[in-house]
């Protein structure tokens, strides 16, 4: 069994204190838009009496630390964060169930003059799902994502812990040119596929494979 190399000590501890840095960083921020008492952050965080509330800004320091992570990455497309967001009366989801929802637009600028504009969906469930709205492209085949192939993101309880699941599956263009149906594949066929490490890049952001 070959013997797998450790990440040193001082590494962890270096990664550890860029992580506080970000999420200090998002506490001192959202204390500031909501105009809250300083430290009030951290100390809803580690009472969790507000659940609701709590959730909310676990969410936000993840999301800070996540655009933080994505910067500093060299990716084959651009993600634009529109900072917009709607709310969605009960809508057939991707799961066939009906439930209202948020939606948040993003842009993604890619190869060929490409430019999607994505909706990330978190319903009332907890499940989230993320679809293409809207295609600006020459490229005829890309239009095929406004109209399926969506990205489900599933909320499951595994050994007494809630985990956000996603399947690694793909779809292909066959030999006359219309799409193939969803299989499952293994991470190198998506990296291949991408053109670029895309799991270590999910990696880095905190997915795990299993």
Known sequence: MPIQKRKPLKAIRMTAMKDNAYIGNAERIIE???????????HLLSNGRDA???WKLRKLLRDWRNSRIMSAMVLPFTITN??????LPPSLTAFRTREPGDAHLYSVAAAKGTLLFLSYVEWESGNREVRVEEVESDVSN???????LRLSIERVLFDGRWYDC????????????????LY???PRAIDEAAGYPA???????????G
């Open 32 to 42: 500031k838009e909501y105009k809250l008492p300083k430290g009030s952050v951290r």
């Open 52 to 54: 609701p509330l709590t």
């Open 82 to 87: 529109e900072n917009s967001s709607r709310e």
């Open 142 to 148: 890309v239009h095929r994502l406004t109209h399926g």
């Open 166 to 181: 996603f399947a690694l599956r793909s779809a292909r263009l066959n030999s006359d040119d219309t799409w193939s149906n």
């Open 184 to 186: 499952d594949v293994s």
């Open 199 to 209: 799991m270590q890049a999910l990696a880095e952001l905190g997915v795990e494979h």
